[in-house]
Every structure is written in structure tokens, then in C-alpha cells.
């Protein structure tokens, strides 16, 4: 893999990363598109540079993190069942990393979308804030998360549902996403790094560092985007994108 290729994905990362269509699987498709093979280091580096835009959710909500421990227990409480069961299924998770795996996801993933944008039209509340949600919703939320191990459901997507599902307005629904993505994708990024550090060559380590840092810039573009775009807009247009990219990557990629 070049510079360019670490740099392309970087950008596809850090604007997939916060939006509800499975940043790992958009990776795993370019990597496609790009014929760049799955090997194990390249699974790892798709998942160590998300560690850029996980940097990014930092730099924009570090005066809510510095103020609120409670909030900061109640993220930590939603990533249990993910850390657990990302620990137990390591393997398995792994061997779910191919093209065809996503497209599938991302077409159910927009078939559930379609389906909870339907029920949610009939809630009559506006949706508590992220100062209002308990640590047993915080737990659900978390719970909902773990489904998105699998490449292509898409842990945004899946923990923004959530949220709305217990209750949570859209904005504050996606800022917990956001902020469960911090523990969430330390514990992979280091856990993957731990058990693969030794196939890592210095090429390598550029790769990572340059789809680090431009995945940091783009996160930044992709949150401030996202939270200006639900503010009008229900996730309809996600689940349409998601369904017809899943359909088009079944058809085309081999």
C-alpha cells in the first residue's frame, strides 16, 4: 500500500466514521476498489487509523468531557457489552472483514433505518437530551452497539438508532454516538495493535500515521456535517444510500 492509498483511505475513514454507513465497511470496499488485499496488517491498519477520528470527537466536545463525569460514566458504561463480547469474538469478528459481508450489512442496516424513521414518525415527545439519559438507557445503547462488530451495520448507525430508540432527541442521539466511539475505538485500535504489533514493518507504520492524521481532518468536517444536516433531516437518506451501495458493490465487486 502507498502514501496515497493510506491518505485516500484516511479521507474515506474520517468522513464514514460519524455518519450511520459503516465506516469499517466503506474501508473495506475502497481497499476493494483499490485491489489492496486483506491481510492481516492491512485489517489492523483499517482499524488503527480510526483512531484519528476518534481524536477528533476529543478536540471538538473536550470542555463536555473535562466538565461531566457523569457523562463520562455513562459512555463507559455503554462500552462494556461491546469491550466484552470484542474481547470473546475477536476471531470470529475478524474473519467477517470481507466485501461481500458488508454490502449485505449495509442493505439490512437501511432496511432496519426505513423501518425505525417509520416508527419513530409516531412519537409525539421532541426526545430527551445527552443530559438527560440514564445509565440503564446508556447500557441499552450499548448493547445495540455491540451488533456492529459485524463490518457494514455500522457502530454510528447502530448506537444513533439506539439512542433514538430510548427516547433521545437526534442531536443528543448522535453526540453519545459520538462519544461512545472514544473508549470503543481505543480498545480495538490498542487491542488490535497488541496482538498483531510484530507483522508491522516500518512502511507500515507511515501508512498508519498518514491515515491518522487525515482521517482526524476529515472526522472534523464529517461531525460538524452531520450535526448541521439532522437538525432538518430524518436518517431516510442514509438507509437509501446504504441499501442502493450494498446492492451496486454485490453487483460489481468480485
Not at 473495506?28 to 491498519?45: E, G, N, R
Not at 480510526?50 to 461531566?68: D, E
Not at 459512555?75 to 467477517?96: D, E, N
Not at 473508549?183 to 495493535?193: E, G, H, Q, R, S
Request: charged share 15%.
Amino acid at each position: 500500500m502507498t502514501i496515497l492509498e493510506s491518505i485516500i483511505l484516511g479521507v474515506v475513514e474520517g468522513l464514514s466514521e460519524f455518519l450511520p454507513i459503516s465506516s469499517t465497511g466503506h474501508l473495506i470496499l475502497a481497499s476493494a476498489l483499490l485491489k489492496i488485499k486483506q491481510t492481516d496488517a492491512h485489517k489492523v491498519f483499517e482499524v488503527t487509523i480510526q483512531s484519528g477520528a476518534i481524536l477528533a470527537v476529543v478536540y471538538i466536545y473536550r470542555k463536555q468531557l473535562a466538565s461531566r463525569s457523569d457523562l463520562l460514566l455513562k459512555v463507559c458504561a455503554a462500552f462494556i457489552p461491546t469491550g466484552v463480547l470484542g474481547y470473546l469474538l475477536y476471531k470470529t469478528v475478524k474473519s467477517f472483514f470481507q466485501p461481500s459481508m458488508v454490502s449485505y450489512m449495509l442493505i439490512a442496516g437501511g432496511i432496519a433505518f426505513l423501518a425505525i424513521e417509520r416508527h419513530l414518525k409516531n412519537r409525539s415527545s421532541a426526545g430527551e437530551g445527552l443530559q438527560d439519559i440514564s445509565y440503564g438507557k446508556a447500557l441499552l445503547i450499548g448493547i445495540i452497539q455491540s451488533l456492529s462488530m459485524i463490518p457494514g451495520v455500522s457502530r454510528s448507525g447502530a448506537t444513533i438508532m439506539g439512542g433514538l430508540l430510548v427516547g433521545m432527541d437526534r442531536k443528543a442521539a448522535a453526540e453519545f454516538s459520538f462519544l461512545l466511539a472514544i473508549p470503543t475505538m481505543l480498545a480495538a485500535t490498542a487491542f488490535d495493535i497488541y496482538k498483531n504489533f510484530g507483522i508491522f514493518s516500518f512502511g507500515d507504520w507511515q501508512n498508519i500515521l498518514a491515515g491518522f492524521v487525515t482521517s482526524f481532518i476529515f472526522a472534523v468536517i464529517g461531525i460538524k456535517a452531520l450535526l448541521k444536516f439532522i437538525t432538518g433531516h430524518t436518517f431516510v437518506p442514509f438507509a437509501i444510500y446504504r441499501i442502493a451501495a450494498g446492492v451496486l458493490f454485490l453487483l460489481f465487486l468480485p
